[in-house]
């Protein structure tokens, strides 16, 4: 708002609200106030008449303190009445005495607002001036007249009817004639909204009472909001009870809330109140589905109430209802990829769930799927891509008094009552069948609920009946497994001593034998049992969730640490389980400060894999003695190389719960501390030729930089400089790591993943750390180039690796899935060097352009233009959810069009156009002739108008869409094209240029504008309007109507910059709007934190 304007509107409140000195039109306190003055002065003459007043500069003081006085407090009159001038009052809009009346808020205003907007809703598109308003009502008026006098005739025609009706005899039927006669008695109906008497003490008495219930219901909601803030922050704390409570306190004083029931919901989870949680959902969903019709309405707490029910229900094995709940949920938030992740994962469970019942009720599995399980194991795979299991085998020499005791003392199910040839037996079953893995797990009779029967007209709601769900299922094997494995860490805690010494359970006590007995035994086996489930399958695996808060604290001991590690690996590699490891470190961090530790051990013990010493040394005595070949001899110590070392086992546990610890805000809390320890300890093994552990590490540090900006600093301090020197030394022509290469390629293998070995090439992890590096932290750019990066990267761009199959029918498979592979390092590098390309763009040598146009040529080359128009119409149709070709299309045109309009000379040396003005030395003979550009000019820009082509919009982008891999490529295009269009309609252009042909890019830029949005619709701007400059093509844009266009999506844009500064007018000057801004931006915060509301 202009200061003038606002200067303006205060002198017209003073005229309105300005009274005249006239006696006549005096009020009676100005005259009490007036009598009182000349009283006062009166009295003061007297004083110095007689001599009472003698001080008359206090006299002085006092009289101008009075008129001071008197100032104030007509200036704050006056505020006062420009304040209630400014807000208005309200009313109807019946009146003549206002100016203007918003029909949106019902208030009068007697002046003229700036631009004819409400002081209270901030809005205009409802102001109505007082004729304006006199108009509608006067037209209404009519309206009434109409209907009014239209009523009264048939009221006259109905009393008519009456009594020539009363004249003749009634009749013994009905007459429906006289429905179409009837009028009502009354005007009631038509008379518009009751009067309420004022002065009616029951109507006062009513009023009063409504305004104190809302009062209180507001008090009660404020109240509520407050207590859900404090369970917010008792949540984060990682006090999940106290959160409940908070939670619980808050439904006291509004029960409707919904963000109360989701987040308590929620903390029941944490604690493991799977029915309360349970029912807490309940009250959202059962609300919802009553009092709104349906989820959609609130379906963001829907979502949140489907999705913990089947956490719940999970939990307790109703796999069905979670199934049909996390359906529910995939249809409110179709993108959700979570959600639809544990929905296929619980209908895998449900599948399961169905099949161990009809195996409980005497079925048989079929032949072909436990026999292919059983192959599987029995045979594996020569080239294996997870671990190896190293044998659990327990002592010989274990005392068979203290298994008997066990046997007798422990309970029902487990497995300390289990002999070693019942138990041996029992992992062979696990091993090899499926079908008895499936009825270890399962419960029996609890895994599916079955549902009373329905009546055809009973209404049937999504709420989860609690009686069904409360029926106690008999337990599983599993579920006795894990109770073993609860009890072993109890008596492990209580035998272990603490920091000072000092333990639990001392030697000296009974029970003291009986749990070292029970420790030692029953402690390997729950080892071994877990971690054939845990590497069966993904619904196994998350059914050992509960067993992470067990398993995890035993780490500490020595005795089963790299049986635990192995089980910590699989685990880590699993969405549900990795997620119960991150929650448990978030609560537990010395458990990551032990992981940490195990990782930086640079001992021969810690690098490499158990017992391969000994295994090397007897496959060495077999050979010198003749009982084994060479060939054998050098499988059984292969064999011992394929085990992961302590060190590999760590690392990677680190780098997969820190990926899956990144949505888990107590978790980043708790790791920050050990942010330079845990970096360190990966950054020790970024070392080339240490293909065992380097890119593991590489790995590691990718998902280590998502936890936090701390985290990423960190990295890109004590990381940066190793990441490139191992990519650098690793892919030398000449060196260790290039020996080391042909070495595997003499041995046959062909390619170092091929070889059966746990080696591999660490460039693709390498590459994907310094991707996810300079994405994170935008300040290692310079950094990174300032190291010889782009130099680095240009060369590993192989164009020959790139894949442009697109269409619908060809594959969907995304190299972003990969992790290794030559097409992994070409992508991977191709994306850095175009992260690097935006500030090294002018460092950039010639020879090295040249290298990199070549290349991007042969990229755009491969390209199949009928897949790509077929893929990309298919990829923005929803019809798939990634297009290949993509991936590579979009570094190369951003790479390209860097280069061509930011490096300086780029554009130039490549349509060879000559230097304006060059020194030449005095004794030259002959001018120095051009160099042949890096590729052919015309070509490249036909193959990118194929391109943009290609990539038209079928339609008009949502906002889901804003931003996507489609609209960048485009947007960069459309710089691109407008920057080749603004040199062509120079005078002094090259040949090249201008003979280049733009036409068919102007049809594809006209309608891209009109169906784009936000900064891409920005940029396609731009090259309309230059477009539109160049006089080849200004005819063709105003043929398509493009000018007009660019007026149609400039003019909202300017409207919004001009609010935009209005507000930043505000702001500056009005302190309850900056009051009323930071509570908004306060308010959009907490909306924006994950998992709570």
Known sequence: MPPAEESSLVGQGGQIGQRTADPGHMSTSQVEEWATEVDDVTAKINGIIDGSITDFDALDRQMDLKARTKQIREEEAKARKERFLLNGCEGKGEGERYKWWCKRCFVEYFIDLPEHQCTRCKKSDQMMTQQERRAELMDKVEVFKEDKARHQWRKDKWSRWKKSQALLKRSRYINYKAWEYWEPDTDTEDEGEPIVPRDNPEFMAMEADMKDRKKKQSDKAKTAEKCRQRGNQSMKEGDFVGAIEHYDEGLEYRRDSKALWTNKALAELKVFRWHDAINSCNKVIEYSEIFEDGFTKSADACFKAFTRRAQALRALHKWDEALHDLEDAVKLFPKDKEARDLRDKTKAAFEEATKAKTLQDGGAVSPKEDEGVTEEVQNPSPQPSGPVRVEIEESDEEDDSAAELLASASAP??????????????????????????????????????????????????????????????????????????????????????ANGRRAMQDDEPEAKEADAYVSMVTPRVLGILHILATSSDHHCALTAPSVRSIFPLLSSEKWRYDIMLLLMEWSQRSITARSMAEFAGRYPEMVKLLIDLAAEDSKDSILPPGLEDRAKKAADRFEHGKAGLESAMEDVIQGLMAQSPVELAVSTLGNICLAGTANVQFKEQITPFASELVGALCLHLRPLDWRVCGKAAGALCNVLRVGDVMAQTVQEQCTKPLLTALREENESEGPAAKMKDLMSQMGAGDLQNTGLPIQSSSARLLGALLNLVVVRPTAVTEVRDMGGLELMVPLIDPELATFSGGSSGSTASLSDREDGPEVVALRAALVASRLLTSAHASMTQELEADLLRKLYKLFDKIKFADLRQGAKALAAGEIEKLPALEWLDPAVRMLVTVLTKTPGALDRLTQSAPRIEELPDDLDDLPSLKEPAVSFSDLIARLTDIIAALQPREHVGPDQEGSTLSRLRGNLALLFGTLSEVQSKEDAPPSVRNMDLRKCVDVMVDTLRKERGAVQQNVGVCVTRLATNPRYIQQVRDLNGIESLHQIQMPKVQAQKAEEAKKHRLETSVEDRRAEVLRRLKQQQALKPGLD
Not at 470 to 480: F, G, I, K, M, T
């Open 413 to 498: 199910g487990s497995v300390a009552g289990m002999s070693k040839q019942d138990f041996a037996k029992l992992l062979k079953d696990l091993k090899d069948s499926e079908a008895q893995r499936v009825l270890f797990c399962v419960r029996k009779g609890g895994d599916l609920i079955n549902s009373p029967a329905v009546k055809a007209d009973q209404w049937v709601g999504r709420k989860v009946d609690l009686k069904q769900v409360e029926e106690v299922a008999e337990p599983s094997r599993l579920d006795n497994l894990l109770k073993d494995a609860e009890r072993c860490l109890v008596l492990w805690k209580k035998r272990t001593p603490d």
